[in-house]
């Protein structure tokens, strides 16, 4: 679904894609879609607190990057989990 809808938009339209990344409806729409479709692969559970810290830490330097890019990243994964 992402290669037919989401990755033409990010690569011809990145304006759009952009807005798209902060659109309460789209994540919305993406939420709905993960739970009708990933429901029956995986079952949903709650990080615990250190391993949402270890994620955090290893993907920090990813979200830098895309932010200096101009890419708008989400807030809370640019905050050290000391910081919350």
Request: aromatic share 10%; glycine share 4%.
């Amino acid at each position: 679904m992402y290669r037919s809808t989401v990755r033409p938009l990010r690569r011809h339209f990145p304006q759009a894609y952009r807005w798209l990344l902060g659109s309460t409806v789209a994540r919305q729409a993406k939420l709905a879609l993960l739970r009708l479709l990933g429901k029956a692969r995986a079952k949903s559970e709650a990080l615990s607190p250190e391993m949402e810290a270890r994620l955090q830490k290893e993907f920090a330097p990813t979200y830098a990057y895309l932010r200096d890019l101009g890419f708008e990243v989400y807030a809370e994964a640019l905050e050290a989990p000391s910081d919350r």
